[in-house]
């Protein structure tokens, strides 16, 4: 049967089968309900408006990571609110991420199962935890150890809660051997690694901080987000600008509220850490949390520090170079900055001196007054 017989065969079996009294024409029994029309698609659903903006054309989130404030302000320009906040959970995701593999707070970290394998065999690493592993032996090395990721050790004997006293002598030195970064054994061809000394441990608290901020900046740019701040626990990286305006960076007062001076900062970091933000004080001496992992005690009064800030080209660098400086002193710390290409530092010493880096002083700002603030003398550079 051909195709158009078989057409003609189905409109003929569909026109039988038809009641009688339902054609086309017909009536339609007052007993049957009438056929109504079909309700019209629902509207589509309005776009999602995203987070709100603000009156600089920015959007603004702060969360609790890392045990500490982590913030992200964005500059939405024409894209759409939403996809600022998209992209911005994004950001907040990835440090979560690496918050995840380098914690050393963390049981099932990557970073804690490494150091409870200390003295086994070599065990493969993620990229990221190769990196930083890395980057930190260069820097320990650059710096002569004043930066030791090893130092966990000795630094779980120091507590900082209220009413808790220094450890003994004897138990820091029964602990010092085990702070080497030396023996932390990096194989590039199988990315893999080990601590070599058995009971040794790491803590990347001083550099995967700033590491995670770059991490977090970098998705940012990935999403379109060019111009954007990510600042956590005093770690801040500054990308771009703020609608063509510069970004400002302060560096907190270590006495009170408020900023000493503010950095215009554009595609570099700016870390800022400080003594006064956690120490202890026992019969009379305060204990500062910066340790010197050269010597498991506190740094010592005479070269203490009361802020360090240092600017660097991204924020694991300058994490991991706040923490050295901190330790070397002003002096020292100083001259190591500035022997560096890349690198400045604004130091607020004990006595309450500023001290610049030749480089940040010419674009360091000042209060509305242009002084520093009363307690900080001028900035002095130090001698060439």
């Known amino acids: 049967m051909t195709r158009p017989a078989l057409a003609a065969l189905a409109v003929l079996l569909l026109g039988c089968n038809q009641p009688q009294g339902t054609g086309p024409n017909k009536h339609v029994p007052s007993d049957m309900p009438a056929k109504t029309a079909p309700e019209p698609a629902p509207a589509p659903a309005p776009e999602p408006e995203g987070p709100p903006v603000r009156k600089d054309g920015t959007i603004y989130a ?6 500490t404030r982590v913030s992200i302000n964005v500059h939405v320009g024409e894209r759409k609110p ?28 990557e970073l804690s199962q490494l150091n409870d394998g200390a003295g086994g065999p070599l065990r493969p690493l993620s990229a990221e935890l190769f990196e930083v592993l890395q980057r930190s032996k260069e820097i320990a090395q650059a710096t002569g150890g004043a930066f030791d990721p090893t ?5 779980q004997l120091w507590k900082y809660d209220p009413g808790s006293r220094p450890p003994t002598r004897e138990a820091i030195l029964e602990k010092l051997p085990l702070v080497d970064w030396r023996s932390i054994e990096l194989d590039a061809t199988t990315r893999s690694g080990r601590l070599a000394k058995p009971g040794m441990k790491m803590g990347l608290g001083a550099i995967a901080k700033g590491y995670a901020v770059d991490r977090a900046s970098t998705v940012l740019r990935e999403r379109g987000f060019s111009d954007h701040i990510v600042e956590g626990g005093g770690d801040t990286f500054v990308s771009g ?4 305006k510069t970004w400002m960076v302060g560096i907190q007062r270590p006495d009170g509220p408020g900023s000493v001076a503010a950095i215009p900062a554009r595609d570099r970091a700016v870390v800022t850490s400080g003594d006064y933000q956690r120490f202890i004080e026992f019969e009379g001496v305060r204990y500062s949390h910066i340790l010197d992992p050269r010597t498991g005690f506190p740094v010592p009064e005479e070269r203490s520090l009361q802020s360090i800030t240092i600017l660097a080209p991204n924020a694991t660098e300058a994490d991991a170079y706040a923490t050295a400086v901190a330790v070397l002193g002003a002096d020292a710390g100083l001259e190591f900055i500035q022997s560096h290409p890349g690198l400045d530092a604004a130091l607020i010493t004990h006595s309450g001196e500023l001290r610049v880096t030749p480089e940040l002083a010419k674009i360091l700002v000042y209060p509305q007054d242009k002084q520093p603030a009363p307690s900080q003398p001028a900035p002095t550079p130090p001698a060439p």
Not at 84 to 100: L, V
Not at 151 to 155: A, D, I
């Open 62 to 67: 702060e969360t609790q990571q890392m045990g």
């Open 82 to 109: 939403a996809e600022a906040g998209a992209a911005i959970e994004a950001a907040f995701a990835e440090i979560e991420r690496i918050e995840q593999i380098m914690s050393e707070w963390r049981p099932s970290s």
């Open 151 to 155: 130092f966990y050790g000795v630094g």
């Open 241 to 244: 600008t703020k609608g063509g």
